[in-house]
């Protein structure tokens, strides 16, 4: 009977079979093969022995059940994995498994390989999320709305400018996972404390060979773990990730509000329904689920912290933890990528209501332009100010044209004449470098990935 969502409701294939079970065994037996073959060419072992271990190190051979019932009497999951392997080793190549090795050996270094996996699939949906993201900068450059400033409206600006935003921040996101990957994806094989005593004089050639033969980086220096300020990091990549797709994410759901309705994710009327009592319900579930699941990225965090303070050379704290926080951050991670892909590819915008919003206010909006206008026709900056705040107060108070009352005052008349006035009041003439911004972040992006 199914339980967590995870295992009907949330993420992706590609992403569940990286940390589904029997992969997660496979690529532990990938490094305890690594290190028989690393040993062989050390003189450590029998050449045929390492052949063995390395053609017996497969899922074909050692599988989940066998792993399972034996650790039902070892109640260790390292131990039980080196006797199931060597059970099916012939001759006497399976007294060679696991030689010189810790527990942690072979944990850590396989989830590197899973980590890589897991990044991968994570970059390259992080990269079609930018390109489409750019796509919508550039078709929407010169689409303008209302900016709003803490939830009032401010001054335009353009959906391209928001769209250009939020690119330029998942490519950050993307540099910050490829920085993370240097420092997390590394290959150890340095024994109980990192001393690589079990394994002799030829303990640090081993240790980067295994690294090697996996295609990992070999970790700098350990103790029994690789220190988990890299796994913090990735963890904390993650989370901002997540945020980020957050953010854009609570834009549409606030953009889709009724009383705004700009745009909005898309809506299938025929078979999609928005609520079980009210007919009318077109509700944002796609961005609002992308919030939800995002805050569960975040709050693996602290968790992640917390496992860094270990005692002394090791504890056991971290391994329970770790079990559940590294595959559901990636699954929910990757999961809310794809949710994301489809909330901004089926973008639907509404150019009356954008036209509408501009217009809100009546013209309030402008008044920072006309204030710069007043005091670059000889109105000192202050003065042009108050004037223009006192007729803003006015305007917003009688619900009138800020233009008819700014035109009412014999002082502003003697800088501007109505028609530099009506001109002034076209906000899509107000937008500043914004198209040319934009343009900047396109052009910019042909060298991002």
């Not at 450059?141 to 400033?149: H, L, M």
């Not at 109980?192 to 394994?199: D, N």
């Not at 077109?282 to 689920?289: D, Q, S, V």
């Not at 999961?335 to 089926?346: E, P, V």
């Amino acid at each position: 009977m199914a339980i967590h969502p995870i295992e009907f409701r949330y993420g992706t294939p590609e992403m569940k079979n990286i940390w589904e079970s029997e992969n997660k065994l496979q690529k532990m037996l990938d490094v305890e093969s690594a290190l028989a073959q690393a040993e062989a060419e050390m003189g450590m072992i029998p050449t045929e022995a390492a052949q063995e271990i390395k053609e017996k190190a497969s899922t074909e051979f050692v599988t989940l059940e066998r792993v399972n019932e034996i650790e039902k009497a070892t109640n260790h999951d390292i131990a039980s994995l080196v006797k199931a392997l060597a059970e099916q080793c012939q001759g006497n190549a399976g007294e060679y498994v696991h030689f010189g090795a810790t527990s942690n050996d072979i944990v850590d270094s396989s989830q590197s390989l899973l980590f890589k996996e897991s990044m991968a699939v994570l970059r390259e949906k992080m990269v079609r999320f930018t390109q489409l993201l750019l796509k919508l900068a550039d078709e929407n450059k010169e689409n303008v709305c209302i900016g709003r400033t803490h939830g009032q409206h401010a001054l335009p600006t353009t959906y391209g400018m928001k769209m250009a935003l939020w690119a330029d921040e998942m490519r950050r996101q993307i540099e910050r996972l490829d920085a993370s990957q240097k420092r997390l994806c590394v290959g150890m094989m340095t024994g109980a404390v990192g001393t690589t005593a079990a394994l002799g004089e030829e303990g640090l050639k081993i240790h980067e060979k295994v690294s090697e033969i996996l295609g990992l980086e070999s970790v700098l220096i350990s103790n029994q773990v690789v220190q988990r300020d890299n796994h913090a990091e990735f963890m904390m990549v993650m989370a901002n990730v997540a945020t980020t797709l957050d953010k854009i994410a609570l834009e549409i759901r606030n953009l889709q509000r009724t009383e705004i309705m700009e745009l909005g994710e898309k809506f299938d009327p025929e078979k999609q329904v928005g609520s079980s009592t009210m007919p009318h319900k077109m509700n944002p579930i796609t961005a609002e689920r992308i919030c939800g699941v995002s805050r569960v990225v975040r709050s693996y965090v602290v968790a992640a912290m917390e496992n860094n303070p270990l005692w002394h050379e090791r504890d056991l704290t971290n391994s329970s933890c770790e079990r559940i926080i590294f595959p559901e951050a990636c699954i929910l991670t990757d999961y809310i990528l794809n949710l994301s892909l489809k909330l901004m590819g089926n973008l639907v915008f509404y150019p009356e209501n954008i036209e509408t919003n501009l217009n809100l206010t009546n013209g309030l909006i402008m008044a920072e332009r006309l204030m710069a206008e007043l005091t670059r026709k000889g109105m000192g900056r202050q003065t042009a100010y108050g004037v223009v705040r006192e007729c803003a107060i006015k305007a917003n108070k009688e619900n009138i044209l800020l233009s008819e009352v700014i035109l009412s005052k014999n002082e502003v008349k003697d800088y501007l004449s109505a028609e530099e006035v009506k001109e002034i009041m076209n906000p899509k003439t107000y937008i500043g470098s914004a198209v040319m911004t934009v343009d900047k972040v396109l052009d910019d992006s042909k060298e991002w990935f």
